[in-house]
Structures are given as structure tokens and as C-alpha cells.
């Protein structure tokens, strides 16, 4: 970790982040000299996606003195609202934090970090990096990744995924273990997940099904996949995820667990960023097979709809196995067939996000609350009646949901799902749909 420097005490929130805090942490890290100092800050948002599993700004700093010290950061501090319950939560933020201390050649590249520490007994933490924004440019779902800007990506994407081949076990497991860095398909996981999606499924299925709503974009999943879709994936997540564990064959890698728009930043090809891109963001890191950050990346809305084109997706999917391949020293035998089935198994890792971790968000609708109340809601609001960020925010949910909607429906992920069986773990409570939602 980056420790909080002596005499400086962890911030709470982030009002906490202020011009005195600053001065301090920008002198104890030889930035700024002693005669030197940060007389104002100004905060700015940083993303429309940002801020569901900790909050988070941009600081910008005015000096006293003129210096050639960064002047732009980024904060994280703990969430304001709570998504998934606190115990999780903070398992996410010590893998954030952690992630921006581990060895740069065998990890994403991600800006430099002043702070990245915690304090769980007194409820402090923290992160303060670089602003990636200053030197390179994000790619909020405004502007979804091409073809050649995912193909770019993917030499660094194999890389990290070659170094950490294996870590299921062996001396690449250990770091993993100690924090906390399950596999994707593991009983602790799905059992997480096997509680909190009950929450959302019922209401994500109406919403995905209503033909007028500016979310589906007149393709409702009733009709292009199949009746409560998400519903029926829920009950059946064990199952779907059974091929994936490394007990049953499937291979195992590090995932970064978000890497999507507002996660990633383009730059200039440098010394300091070799790769000319970079991520930030690793509170969902987590252990899966080879393709798993290739298939969230390539299913996260984030991209253009020709990325997710099967001729595309073939040829990306292609460029990226093929390097795989010839550095590989644990997969010599790995086929395509099976790196294609990890895939799209994989490619449903958001759509769990947007169940489960959404089912807040969706349940919040139906009081008329966030941006799922112009479906979920009985005041008759529509998009006009939304904030900016709100809008800002149903962009990614609608994109998302056609990124969905292509890929499950060119794997025929529906019938896959009706031949399994269901969960036999324990299940949350499913979330009970009010009457006048019910048979839209």
C-alpha cells in the first residue's frame, strides 16, 4: 500500500479532500516544497458510471507558487450509497487499493498513485492518483471503443493474461489469497450473487421487456431471447457457470472484473506509458478463465455495436487467441473452441452487475427515485423530466442492453439455459413486483 504519511490522519469522505489536505500530502511526497502550498481546490465528476462502489471526484489544485507538480487528481473515498452490503463493499475497496501497488510488468497499466490505504476499524479510505484525463482521454460510453482501439488493447490484455495463468494454485494463487481474490465461478461468489439477484431480476425483466422503453430501443428480450430472461438465468447460475472452474478443465487467469469506457484511458505511447492506454478501477478484481476480460470489455456498452458484429468479434477474438497461444506455457492444448465457450460464459459477467448490483437502482424506481423510475415509477415521468447525469446514465443502461441482446442472441444463450438445472444453494428473497407492474 501507499501509507498514509505521518501526522496525516485517512480521509472519511470526500469532502475531507480539501486545499489543507492536499498541502500536506503533496509535501510529504516530495512534490511541492515546504514553501509551497495548495491554496484552492476545485472539484469536478468524473464519469456518469463512477461512484457506485466508492465515491469519487477530480481535485483540481491552485498553488501559492508556480511548479511543475501534477495539479490534477483523482479521490476515491468510501460510497455515499450503498449498492451491496458493507462487508462487500469493502472487500472491492482493498482490492482497489492493493491493485495500485502490484508490479507493473505482470499488471494493467494504471496511473501513478500518491495514496492508496485504509484504515477498517475506524471506516477510512482511500485513494488519490494521478488524473488520467490530463494526458490521455477517457472513454466514456459517449464515445464507445472501435475495432482497432479493442485490437490495441489486446497485446497487454494477453500479456497480463499469460502472467497469471494458473493462479488457481501454486505460488501465483498466494497473493490472490490473501486478498480475498476468488474465481468467478467459485461457491463464495455465486453464493454473493445467488443473494442479491433475486432482488433485481423480476424488475429487470420488465423493464428489458417493455417494447416502448427508450432502453431496448424497440427490441424487447421477451421476443429476441426469451421470456424472463433474467429470471430464468438467475435460477440457473450455478449451472452456467459450472464449465468455467478450473476443477472441471477451464483455464484461470487474473480479471481486472470492469474493464469497460469509463475505466479506460487512451494516451500517447511513452516510456512511462508504454502500452498507450491504461485502466483504473480494480475493486471487482477476480480470478477467471483466459477470455474473461476480452468478453466484459467486449460487453460492457462501452464499445461500438461493429465491435460485438459477429464478423468483428470473430476477428478480435481470433487476434487475441492467436497471441495467447504463442506465449502460453501452461495452455499448450487450450482450443478454440473451448477459449469460445469461456467467452460467452464470461460475456454475462455485467449483466450480473446490472441484476444484482442494480437491483437498488431498479427497486429505487418503483418509489420514483433514480433514473429507472420512467419505467418502474407511477408519476408518468418520462426522460425529459431526468437530470443531465441521469440521462448520462441511461445511455450506457441502453447501450449496454443492445450489447447484451446481440451477444446472447448469437450464442443462444436462452435454450442453453432452459436444459440446466437450477440452484441448489440458497437464494435471496425474490423481489415482489407491485400489481400495476405486473403483465405490462
Known sequence: MVKIPNGMQLPRKLDDIDARFMTQ??????????????????????????????????????????????NSFVVKTWPDFELAPKEQIAGMFEKDIIAYTMPSESFYPRPQVYLADF???????????????????????????????????VPKLVEVAVAWEGCHEGPKSEPLDQLGIVHWASDENLAAFRQIMPGGAPLYDIWTNMSDSTLVNGYPWNKELGPNFTSLFTQKLEAFYEPIKPE?????????????????????????????WLTIDFQLLTRGPIPSDLAYLMNSGSVLPEVYDPTN????????????????????????????????????????????????????????????????????????????????????????????????????????????????????????????????
Open 313 to 440: 468479434r470473430e476477428i478480435i477474438s481470433r487476434r487475441f487467441y492467436e497471441a495467447f497461444m504463442d506465449q502460453t506455457e501452461l495452455y499448450k492444448g487450450y482450443s478454440y473452441d473451448q477459449f469460445q465457450s469461456e467467452f460467452m460464459v464470461m460475456s454475462t459477467v455485467l449483466l450480473i452487475y446490472y441484476i444484482g448490483f442494480g437491483a437498488n437502482i431498479w427497486q429505487a424506481g418503483i418509489q420514483n427515485e433514480q433514473a429507472s423510475r420512467v419505467e418502474m415509477g407511477d408519476r408518468g415521468e418520462t426522460e425529459a423530466d431526468l437530470t443531465p447525469e441521469e440521462r448520462r446514465q441511461r445511455m450506457w443502461w441502453r447501450k449496454a442492453t443492445a450489447n447484451f441482446r446481440v451477444t446472447y442472441k448469437d450464442y443462444d444463450v436462452f435454450n442453453r439455459l432452459q436444459g440446466m438445472r437450477d440452484n441448489v444453494g440458497a437464494m435471496g428473497p425474490w423481489f415482489e413486483v407491485p400489481e400495476r407492474l405486473r403483465n405490462l
Open 248 to 276: 472441471n478443465g477451464g483455464t484461470c487467469t487474473l480479471v481486472h472484473g470492469d474493464i469497460r469506457g469509463d475505466n479506460l484511458f487512451f494516451c500517447p505511447v511513452t516510456e512511462t506509458y508504454p502500452n498507450g
Open 119 to 153: 484504515d477498517a476499524s475506524e471506516d477510512r479510505w482511500a485513494l488519490l492518483m494521478d488524473d488520467a484525463s490530463a494526458f490521455g482521454t477517457q472513454k466514456l460510453h459517449e464515445t464507445e471503443l472501435t475495432t482497432e482501439e479493442v485490437l490495441h488493447m
Open 25 to 70: 500530502l503533496l509535501r510529504a511526497r516530495g512534490l511541492i516544497g515546504e514553501d509551497n502550498e495548495v491554496t484552492a481546490t476545485e472539484d469536478e465528476g468524473v464519469g456518469m458510471t463512477a461512484g457506485y462502489f466508492s465515491s469519487i471526484k477530480r481535485v483540481k489544485c491552485h498553488f501559492k507558487r508556480q511548479t511543475d507538480a501534477a
